[in-house]
């Protein structure tokens, strides 16, 4: 069974611009979380997708959206990114409580 | 506020030797516990939960203990290997609400397993 995969693997953008990054989930897994990791802070809950409705949501400031289609896949979007937005964004994909979470190689996210 | 920590951001472990990796909670209303395994340029690996209606949880080499009086939880690896070097994540989060997937995660400690 493939694992979850996430586009682009690299991205590199400019203070002011727009990203999206897309997360394929493992297939018939419903639930999609998105997290940021970065260092010294470690992972940090964005948001979680179940069945195209967000179910929950972390402490990140409205310019950090997402949603989910009906094929599970889910995109993450950033508006008017910040130097402080570079990190490394992890999706994660469960079939639905209580079963663990599979992670995305992840998308290195770096914003000059 | 940091509901999930990891004092240790750093081990260093012989291989064969037993690597205890240590997390702690503030947050009593957690009741399900994870680790994670993340090397380079890869995401986190799933490796072993524990819910907290158990005290330990044993998969292979891995043993996960929780305390929950303490808010303690621990990841003993034993024998540890050089390809245990990696960095861990301890997560937890509350399952009873029944609505929410999400992980609080520890800021991780590196694991070094040298031979």
């Known amino acids: 069974k493939a694992g979850v995969t996430q586009t682009p693997r690299y991205l590199i953008k400019t203070r002011g611009q727009q990203v999206t990054l897309s997360c394929s989930p493992i297939?018939?897994?419903?639930?999609v979380s998105w997290y940021q990791q970065t260092p010294g802070q470690g992972l940090q809950f964005l948001f979680e997708?179940?069945?195209?409705?967000?179910?929950n949501k972390g402490n990140f400031p409205g310019r950090f959206s997402g949603r989910q289609f009906s094929n599970s896949r889910s995109e993450m979007n950033v508006s008017t990114l910040e130097l402080g937005d570079s990190a490394l964004y992890l999706c994660a994909s469960s079939l639905n409580l209580p079963y663990e979470q599979y992670f995305g190689p992840g998308t290195r996210l770096t914003v000059t | 506020d940091q509901q999930v920590k990891q004092n240790s951001p750093s081990l260093s472990v012989q291989e064969g030797r037993i690597s205890i990796l240590n997390c702690d909670y503030t947050n009593s209303m957690f009741d399900y516990f994870l680790w994670y395994k993340k090397y380079p340029a890869e995401g986190p690996t799933f490796l072993i939960s524990i819910s907290s209606i158990k005290d330990k949880n044993e998969d292979g080499r891995f043993t996960v203990f929780l305390n929950k009086s303490a808010k303690h939880l621990s990841l003993h690896i034993v024998p540890s290997q050089p390809g245990d070097s990696a960095v861990y994540f301890c997560?937890?989060?509350?399952?009873?609400?029944?609505?929410?997937?999400?992980?609080?995660f520890g800021t991780g400690t590196r694991l070094q397993v040298f031979p």
């Open positions: 997560a937890a989060s509350q399952r009873k609400l029944g609505n929410t997937d999400k992980l609080i």
């Open positions: 297939s018939g897994h419903r639930s």
């Open positions: 997708y179940f069945s195209e409705t967000q179910r």
